[in-house]
Each structure stands twice: as C-alpha cells, then as structure tokens.
C-alpha cells in the first residue's frame, strides 16, 4: 500500500462535481422505518437495491418490525426472499438478528461496533446504517466505492478494508454521509466498472485510472 497525495483541490473539484452529478442524491433502497431499512441493507449484499425493492415492496407493507419477522418463521422468511441471492443464510442472519431487535432497541446500536453485534452487519453495512439513518460522517466503503477512489487517487489500496481504513485520514472535515451517496450513484451510473464515461466525465484531467489506462 502506498500513501497518495490527493490534494485539497482535487478532493473540492471531485466532490463538487459528484454533487452536480447528483443533486438529490439518496439512498435506493426503499423502507418506512430504520428497521425495515436495516433489513433492507442485509438483504442487499451481493444483490441490486432493484432486486431488493422488488421482494420487498409487498413484504414491507405488512412487515415493520422485528416481531413481524420472528412470527413468520425462519423458514417463511426463506421462501419470501428466494429471489436474492444468499437467501438461506440471510434468512437465517436476518432470523437472528431479529431476535436480538425484539429484545433490544434498534436505536441503542448507535455505533459501527454495537451494530456488528447483528448478524450479518459488518464494517460497511453498518457505515450505510448510520449515514443514512443518523447521518453520521462516516463512509461506507464496498468493493465500487473501493474501485472508484483507487482510479481516482484518493488512495492507492489493494482491498476494500484497506480503503476504509486510508480513506479516513484523506477525508478530514469532508461531508462524508452526502458522499457516501454521490459516491454510490458515481459508481452506479457513471463511473462503471467496465466501460466507463470517461469521454465526458470533467475528472478525466486529474484521473489516474483515465491518465495510465485508457491513455496507454
Ligand atoms: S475519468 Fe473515467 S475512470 Fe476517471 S472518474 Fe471519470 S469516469 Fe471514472
């Protein structure tokens, strides 16, 4: 791992250009609730928030809290989500993590350590969390994320966790849970992980993956 110097400038210019990208940036997923939301997440790992609201938009109306979910049963749980993938083991995470909701406020998991507690609900998981619900200054950092700040110089990282960690100390005083929003529908809709817009994206001048990849 090598430390980058990204310069103030260049965080400022990039920022301002994702908002400009995405002035209304938001969450995808669709819930009512912190709970519903929650779920929704854990749900979402390896899946599109798409195909997340797809299951979910019947399921939601009726299922609103941990309670909900526990009287239906682990099994019916399974059965509801079979279009996700991982359903058995998220049925079986999200059974328990249930479990430890109708005993215990959602609201007193108020940090990224109390909320690993869950199951299911790591690092990342719990960074999506907190920024949306309480929008703590924190930046949630998957696998895009992870692409999108190595092309464009933030840092210079092998893995997501590594990126989590640098990212921290490049990012001081930066809004990160607004961010954490941009940043997804950067990945998303512009820069992709193949074939990316590069033609017209305004960071191509102070780009590393667009200087060394595409110009060589
Ligand atoms: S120039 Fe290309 S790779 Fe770089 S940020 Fe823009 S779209 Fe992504």
């Given at each position: 791992m090598r430390k980058v110097a990204i310069t103030k400038d260049n965080i400022k210019k990039i920022v301002d250009y994702l908002d400009s990208l995405f002035p209304d940036a938001k969450t995808e997923l669709v819930s009512e609730n912190e709970f519903q939301f929650l779920i929704a997440i854990i749900m979402s790992a390896q899946t599109t928030d798409k195909q997340v609201n797809k299951a979910n938009q019947e399921f939601f109306k009726v299922l609103k809290s941990p309670e909900d979910w526990l009287n239906l049963?682990?099994?019916?749980?399974?059965?509801?989500?079979?279009?996700?993938?991982?359903?058995?083991?998220?049925?079986?995470?999200?059974?328990?993590?249930?479990?430890?909701?109708?005993?215990?406020?959602?609201?007193?998991?108020?940090?990224?350590?109390?909320?690993?507690?869950?199951?299911w609900v790591g690092i990342k998981t719990a960074k999506v969390f907190l920024s949306v619900t309480k929008n703590t200054q924190v930046l949630a950092v998957d696998t895009h994320v992870h692409r999108v700040l190595n092309r464009l110089w933030f840092v210079k990282t092998k893995t997501p966790l590594q990126t989590d960690k640098e990212i921290q100390k490049v990012m001081i005083g930066d809004d990160l849970a607004r961010l954490h929003h941009t940043l997804i529908?950067?990945?998303?809709?512009?820069?992709?992980?193949?074939?990316?817009?590069?033609?017209?994206?305004?960071?191509?001048?102070?780009?590393?993956?667009?200087?060394?990849?595409?110009?060589?």
């Open positions: 049963g682990q099994k019916k749980i399974e059965n509801y989500i079979k279009s996700i993938g991982f359903y058995k083991s998220k049925a079986k995470n999200i059974y328990k993590t249930c479990e430890i909701l109708s005993k215990e406020k959602l609201s007193d998991f108020d940090s990224v350590e109390k909320l690993q507690k869950l199951y529908l950067f990945w998303r809709y512009h820069c992709t992980a193949r074939n990316p817009k590069c033609n017209i994206c305004k960071l191509n001048k102070i780009c590393r993956y667009y200087k060394i990849e595409k110009l060589k």
